[in-house]
Every structure is written in C-alpha cells, then in structure tokens.
C-alpha cells in the first residue's frame, strides 16, 4: 500500500509540475482543496477513484497511468520528504510540552501540594496505563485511533495539574461573586484552544497541533484565573485594615456611649 501511495504521489507531482499547475489549481479542477493535493503528493493518502479519474482526464493519461511506476520522473516523495521527518516533528514538540509541563509542576508545586495529591495518581493512569483505558471503548488494540487516542493523553495529561490549579481559583472567583472574571478566563480558554488548533493543525503537527493547542489553553486560562486571583485577593487585604479600624474606632465610641451613660444612670 506504501509503494501505491508514493508512486501515485509521484506521477501527481511530475504531471501537475509538467502542465504548469500549482496545487490550488489542481484543487480548483477536481473541486478538492490544496490541501487535499498536498496531503497526496505527500503519499498520506491515494486519491479515490473520482479523483483519479477527473486527473487523468486533466493530464490526458489513464487512470493505470497513474498508478503505475515510471522511470525518469524528477521528483520523488521519498526524496523530497524523509517519512520520519513528520515524527522528529512530534517527538520534538512533545518533547517540549513535557518540558514546559514540568517547569509549571516545579512552579506550582511551591504553591501547595494538596492538588497534585489529587492529580498524580490520575497523571500517571493516563500516561502509562492509557492504552487499558482506551481499550474499554474500542476493540482493536493496534491501528491509528488507538496510536491517536495514546498521543492524546500523553500530550494532556502532565497539564491536569494546571487545569487543577485552574478548577480552584475558578472556585473562588465563583464564591466571591466575580462571575465575569470567571466567565472571562473560562472562555478565553475555549475560544484561544479553537484558534490555536487551527493554527497548529496546518503545519507539519498536523492533527498532533490540535491536541497540543489543548495544554496552551489550558494555561492562558489558569493564567488569567491567577491574576484575577491575586488582584482580589491584594484588594481584600488592602481594605481589611482601614476596615478593622473603622469597626474598633465605632466599638470604642460605642463603649464610651455605653459608659457615660452607666455614669449619669449613677448620678441619678
């Protein structure tokens, strides 16, 4: 199936290249998007019989033509691109989100350690016993989606502290009445996670980009909960002196009216 997928991607590129097209254009005849030719001239994919019938119409060839292998063809997807180079991507970047979990575990560890009590027993279940898990809602142990769902939990999991850190000060704001700084930080999580999935999604991540613009929400999310956090937890205290001596300074007058008034009772 891999030799089908290279060779087929290599004939789209060569013809396409020798009739002058880009990929858009070609998209624009066979009513695919670019991405759809690159995701096949990147040999991802092998185009579905339509497809291949409308290019071999387009390129003035038949559909076993592009199929087939042949000799002399300049671009090769094996050469342009290593197949491992998508996987130094991932092993890369995931490397870097474990690295950026464990500064934030260090940071916040010194917060408290209640939280990662709660969190670490579920942290570990769902890296190293995610598989298990996953197998309770699917039958195949192999294949993609189950590969997919184990890339998933270990990208998210080390950042459970974090949304654990989040879930407590969302509390707070919560119990304190600040519904709007609440609705705030819970919301610019979910709008940024949508716009940065997108964003990560159309580069060489691929669908790994929309599980790693997770974690990212995550903590600008946490992030805006924190500030909210200590901006009322320094009002607070900024108003609890003054308000402690307002309330000794009416206890006081109070204990004086109180006094002269057991004065005059006696005078009487």
């Known amino acids: 199936m891999d030799d089908l997928k290279y060779t087929t991607a290599s004939n789209i590129i060569n013809l396409r290249q020798k009739a002058g097209m880009t990929q858009s254009e070609l998209g624009a005849l066979i009513n695919y998007s670019d991405k759809s030719v690159s995701k096949w001239e990147r040999a991802e994919a092998v185009p579905d019989a339509y497809v291949l019938k409308k290019m071999s119409e387009i390129f003035g060839v038949t559909v076993d033509y592009l199929l087939s292998?042949?000799?002399?063809?300049?671009?090769?997807?094996?050469?342009?691109k290593p197949a491992y180079s998508?996987?130094?991507i991932i092993l890369l970047s995931v490397t870097g989100?474990?690295?950026l979990a464990l500064i934030l575990f260090i940071s916040l560890w010194l917060l408290g350690n209640l939280v990662w009590i709660i969190c670490v027993p579920i942290v570990l279940l769902y890296f190293f016993f995610g598989r298990f898990l996953l197998l309770l809602f699917m039958?195949?142990?192999?294949?993609?989606?189950i590969d997919t769902g184990m890339l998933f939990l270990r990208i998210l999991s080390p950042f459970y502290f974090v949304v654990s850190l989040k879930l407590v000060t969302d509390g707070i704001l919560r119990g304190c009445?600040?519904?709007?700084?609440?609705?705030?930080?819970?919301?610019?999580d979910l709008i940024l996670r949508v716009g940065i999935a997108i964003v990560l999604s159309s580069t060489a991540l691929g669908s790994t980009g929309i599980w790693m613009a997770w974690p990212v929400g995550w903590c600008i999310g946490t992030?805006?909960?924190?500030?909210?956090?200590?901006?009322?937890i320094r009002k607070i205290l900024a108003e609890s002196p003054a308000k402690a001596e307002a309330e000794g300074?009416?206890?006081?007058?109070?204990?004086e009216?109180?006094?002269?008034?057991?004065a005059e009772m006696e005078t009487l």
């Not at 039958?139 to 989606?145: F, I, L, Y």
């Not at 009445?177 to 610019?188: D, K, L, N, Q």
């Not at 992030?223 to 009322?232: E, N, P, Q």
């Open 69 to 80: 292998p042949h000799d002399g063809w300049d671009q090769d997807p094996r050469q342009k």
């Open 86 to 88: 998508n996987q130094v």
């Open 97 to 99: 989100v474990w690295m």
């Open 139 to 145: 039958n195949d142990p192999q294949g993609p989606a």
């Open 177 to 188: 009445g600040m519904m709007v700084r609440f609705m705030i930080a819970t919301f610019s």
């Open 223 to 232: 992030g805006l909960s924190l500030v909210f956090y200590f901006t009322a």
């Open 249 to 255: 300074e009416a206890a006081e007058a109070r204990a």
């Open 257 to 262: 009216a109180a006094f002269a008034a057991d």
